[in-house]
């Protein structure tokens, strides 16, 4: 009887190898089929997903690429539109006339004819999931396709976070003794966003960054417009009927005693064991970023004297044409000038950036 997969059972598979190694099985079984598969595709090199950081090249997809009618449909434009029939775009002659059907199906006894996919992007290239059946098999009915169709958003999910662990060089969120280790900032929060554990980049990062912070009962907050998009976050990944994976972005910012905090992307895990609870995961677009962040020491921030001259114009209220006048200099300039405090400052506003001068004694 086929076994069926929760939608947990799927978020799990981000951070444990076995289970993610096992997944595209579990999803076979589903509806009865031979086998499953997921590939990153990227152009010249397709990989086909196994544990650890880095998917193995497939070397014969590889030599199929570019004329292959299979593989020519694992297309963006197919991105977010769910699961399709490749017989709906491939004929079956055209299919039997192709050099992977001929030199690796046939070839090999692979029991691979019809074919049911689905194509889902991620910051690192696109991933395809395919479903396949024997000649034998038939072409995938309507129950199944609609079956499959119920991990489309789960899987996409995963996918995306599991990427984004690879682009942090994560080999290995959780120990068998279940601990979080320190490869990343890392902390579990309860339904009510009340902090359960975390790891001691994930107390550096609470310590330094501006937005976050835990209140007088543990939970986390964000400061500003941000707080309640983090709690709606917070809330969809400890759901108590259906959690869903989610992320949130954080700006560049300078830290609390000076050092520059990368943009972030926190990553949220439903965890299924104890309780409803979150995993937090912050990782960076920048190489090393978090890594760099952790030893950086405490910035100093030196401004120019006309960068001096514009911060000192706009605390006493005096707008860009009256400065520019104040200071014998053409508007544009004063732009660049104030461009360049909120770059020096990490702030996003000047209004932001006055307040971090304020703060760190620049005036």
Sequence with gaps: MPRFISHHEIYDAALDDELFTALPNMLAQVIGIPSAVFIWLHPGDYREVTAGTQADANLDYNSFEGHDPWLAHGTPEKCGTGLFRLSNHVSAQEFERSEMY???????????????????????????????????GGDFT??????????????????????????????QVTAPD?????????FELDHEGRLVRMNGKAELLLDL????????????????????????????????VKSQAGSL???????????IIPKLRLNLLPRTDGGRKVWVIATSDEEDGIRNLVAAPREKMRLTPRERDVLQGIIRGRRRDQLANDLDIAIPTVDL??????????ARTIAEAVAIALQFGLM
Aim: proline content about 4%; overall charge positive.
């Design 102 to 136: 001929n030199d690796f199906i046939v070839k090999n006894g692979v029991d691979r004819y019809w074919c049911l996919a689905m194509m889902q992007s991620t910051r690192d290239g696109l991933v395809a999931t395919a479903f396949h059946k024997g000649k034998r």
């Design 142 to 171: 309507d129950p199944e396709v609609e079956t499959l169709g119920l991990h489309v958003q789960d899987l996409g999910r995963l996918h995306k976070i599991r990427r984004e662990l690879h682009r942090a060089s994560i080999q």
């Design 178 to 186: 279940r601990s979080l280790l320190d490869d990343a900032p890392i």
């Design 209 to 240: 960054h501006p937005l976050l912070v835990l209140d007088f009962e543990r939970k986390l907050r964000s400061r500003g417009p941000m707080h309640g998009v983090l709690r709606q976050a917070i809330g969809r990944s400890t759901d108590a």
């Design 249 to 259: 972005d954080l700006p560049q910012m300078r830290a609390t005693d000076g050092r």
């Design 337 to 346: 000038h104030s461009a360049n405090l909120r770059r020096k400052l990490g």
